[in-house]
């Protein structure tokens, strides 16, 4: 229901797709493309929503998406994946603010663990890669190399006593 051009969606319309998902925004040439909010449905339940740049019925530049019960993400997308700068947040409380490729956090980010943890540095793939910091809830710090979520290579790791240990993990 809405606009239309030469019997194509032109203009702003409301589309409910067949399995129930709504989008409700700008149409360009029979494709979703503007602005606009999609809500949809797994099993007839409303399960999440999102909203903003679309270009040929993909999220494209900046938008938010929150699934119910998992998590929000806002920031850049591509072809519909998280890409480029973007703040997840999921609901067991654990963030994430920095840079995506394809769906995954990739160049530098910080990461906030529902411990209180923190991760500062870089992040290949999800996994923190490369040079980083993490400041561990219990006042522990490393700092240095990683590889694969793990410490590898040069590094110093200070306890919340004062002890520390600089050298190849």
């Known amino acids: 229901k809405g606009e239309w051009k030469k019997g194509e969606m032109h203009g702003q319309g409301i589309l409910k797709e067949a399995w129930g998902d709504i989008y409700i925004g700008d149409f360009s040439n029979n494709l979703a493309n503007g602005f606009g909010r999609q809500d949809f449905y797994i099993n007839g339940v409303y399960s999440g929503y999102f909203e903003g740049e679309i270009k040929d019925d993909f999220l494209n530049g900046e938008a938010e998406m929150v699934v119910f019960g998992e998590y929000k993400y806002k920031g850049q997308f591509k072809q519909s994946l998280f890409d480029g700068y973007g703040v997840m947040e999921w609901n067991n409380g654990t963030k994430y603010e920095g840079y995506f490729k394809k769906d995954l956090a990739s160049?530098?980010?910080?990461?906030?663990?529902?411990?209180?943890?923190?991760?500062?540095?870089?992040?290949?793939?999800?996994?923190?890669?490369?040079?980083?910091?993490?400041?561990?809830?219990?006042?522990?710090?490393?700092?240095g190399e990683w590889e694969e979520d793990n410490r590898h290579g040069f590094g110093s790791f200070t306890w919340a006593n004062g002890d520390r240990y600089v050298g190849h993990y």
């Open 107 to 143: 160049g530098e980010g910080k990461q906030y663990y529902s411990d209180g943890s923190i991760y500062e540095g870089n992040f290949r793939e999800n996994f923190r890669e490369g040079h980083g910091k993490m400041t561990y809830s219990d006042g522990n710090i490393y700092e």
